[in-house]
């Protein structure tokens, strides 16, 4: 248990000094882009997708590499239509 809590809090603090370093960047390589606001705003919300959001990806990702794997591997077929003009 004690692992599985330690490995899920250095996912979660790099998960947030990866977010907060892209914002930092975005400020920095576009200077007038957001307000004191909006950067606040968006910092909250880049720590809060490391709670729930980030597993959700991670399961629907698992999902389609399963599906992936379980369906022959192709696309199938679609029919192709003109443009009428």
Known sequence: MFFFV???LLAVILGVILSEGSLVLE???HRAAMTAKQSISI???A?????????MISVFRLEGILK?????????????KEFEQ
């Open 68 to 80: 992936y794997r379980k369906l022959r591997k192709t696309w199938g077929k679609i029919k192709r």
């Open 6 to 8: 330690m490995y899920f």
């Open 43 to 45: 910092s909250i919300y």
């Open 47 to 55: 720590i809060l997708e490391n709670f729930g959001y980030r597993q």
């Open 27 to 29: 400020q920095y390589t």
